[in-house]
């Protein structure tokens, strides 16, 4: 059986056979895994009462690892939240008591974001179910499998 994205191509085949349609092989599959994806981890983060955002800017705090304590800057560079959402993303974060701002000794015109006692606990609930979500999204590949596909997937990454 022909998956959708297979389906798509065999049209366009048809219709258009001197064309190349071979990248929406790949591009149109990972849009699809990503979707599908996405949905999954939502659900695991709403269960949590958090978003995938705000749960990436704790984690980055959490991985910084003591004093879990981060510029803005460094939080957005090290983060996959833009730096246009940082801000927003703090005053939520900080309004649920999962995130203090502060001066910075070093820049007084600095802040510095540290995770509270409260964002440790969120986001050390959240990991374990967030990582076995994502076992059970890669399932269908062994481990070896899925080392080839993130080296494929680093490669374009670059």
Not at 13 to 19: H, Q, S, V
Not at 30 to 55: I, K, M, N, W
Not at 56 to 82: E, N, Q
Not at 99 to 120: I, Q, Y
């Amino acid at each position: 059986m022909t998956d959708h994205v297979g389906r798509v191509l065999e049209q366009w085949a048809a219709e258009w056979p001197d064309l190349d349609v071979s990248p929406m092989a790949v591009v149109g599959r990972l849009s699809r895994v990503a979707r599908r994806f996405d949905e999954q981890l939502a659900e695991t983060f709403a269960s949590h009462g958090l978003d995938a955002a705000s749960f990436d800017v704790l984690a980055t705090l959490r991985r910084s690892g003591p004093p879990y304590t981060l510029t803005p800057k460094d939080l957005s560079a090290s983060s996959m939240v833009t730096s246009a959402a940082i801000a927003q993303r703090l005053n939520r974060l900080e309004a649920q008591g999962y995130v203090r701002r502060s001066p910075s000794s070093a820049d007084r015109r600095g802040k510095l974001v540290s995770l509270t006692d409260a964002g440790r606990s969120a986001v050390d609930a959240a990991l374990p179910d967030h990582v076995a979500t994502e076992q059970r999204l890669l399932a269908a590949l062994d481990k070896d499998e899925r080392a080839a596909l993130a080296a494929l997937l680093a490669k374009l990454d670059e």
